[in-house]
């Protein structure tokens, strides 16, 4: 007598879980087991999964990546990666540890004459700048300001502001 079984909502899993599913998959094959008999378990979306993965796989921007050159740092609750591209270019990637939010992504593009770049931060707060001198400055942007700073979650993408004033009364 079989025993039909529901397949997963893959919908309602982390990415870890699902990670675990196409190991699984993956193993089966390795053993000559054949995944498809599992089908009805872990569901068919798992074949697209593979096909996105797959197609990322054969981008520019995945090729970069690997050839880059990563250092990566724990501080804290924050991960920061470091990558140095091929072509002179580097980015930083900081990351909540226990959320697994990008906090913040900045690129150094090579200088045109071969000096260091300046940081943009391209998702984030901003880098906080040394201490600048105001004598040597003319004009300068007040700190007052209203800043606008995404965030990436896995769920949605958050525009915050800071420094907005607003009435005491609220």
């Not at 094959?29 to 798992?46: A, C, E, V, W």
């Not at 096909?51 to 796989?57: F, L």
Request: charged share 30%; with cysteine; net charge neutral.
């Amino acid at each position: 007598m079989k025993r039909k079984i529901d397949p997963i909502d893959t919908n309602d899993l982390s990415d870890s879980t699902l990670c675990k599913l196409f190991t699984l998959a993956s193993t089966l094959k390795g053993n000559n087991i054949d995944p498809r008999l599992f089908q009805n378990i872990i569901g068919p979306s798992t074949e697209c999964a593979n096909e996105q993965a797959t197609m990322y796989k054969n981008s520019i921007w995945y090729k970069s990546l690997l050839n880059a050159e990563k250092t990566c740092l724990k501080e804290d609750q924050i991960k920061k990666i470091h990558y140095k591209f091929d072509d002179g270019n580097e980015m930083v990637e900081e990351y909540n540890v226990d959320t697994r939010v990008l906090l913040r992504r900045a690129w150094n593009m090579k200088g045109k004459l071969g000096g260091e770049g300046k940081w943009s931060v391209e998702i984030g707060d901003p880098i906080p700048d040394a201490t600048t001198n105001a004598d040597t400055l003319d004009l300068m942007e007040s700190k007052d300001q209203p800043i606008l700073l995404k965030r990436n979650t896995r769920i949605n993408i958050e525009w915050r502001i800071r420094n907005l004033p607003y009435p005491i009364e609220t």
